[in-house]
């Protein structure tokens, strides 16, 4: 099964796994991390599923940003960056595997 290390703010990183096909802030809410909120369960409604992806893994995790998930970023607490996704429109994958990002210091 794949793995992801969440990175909170303070540094502090937790990798756990995720399973092909389940989506990012999924995994965060299952395995108890603290930084990802996900009040829309991940219906692509909200921004509290804001995280930072590892500057190594930018290129891998998949294209931009849908315009919908860009638009929601605006609305997100903490600095929206080049990197920032909302984690649940990233669907992990076996090539994902050792996937690291980074969470905001707020989501509300």
Known sequence: MPKVTYVDHSGHATTVEVEAG???MRGALYNGIDGITGECG???SCATCHCYVDD???GTVGGPASQA???LLESAADEVKPSSRLSCQMVMTDALDGLVVHL???QF
């Open 104 to 106: 905001p210091e707020h």
């Open 56 to 58: 190594a893994w930018t």
């Open 22 to 24: 389940e989506n990012v």
């Open 69 to 71: 998930e860009e638009e």
């Open 42 to 44: 991940g219906g692509l």
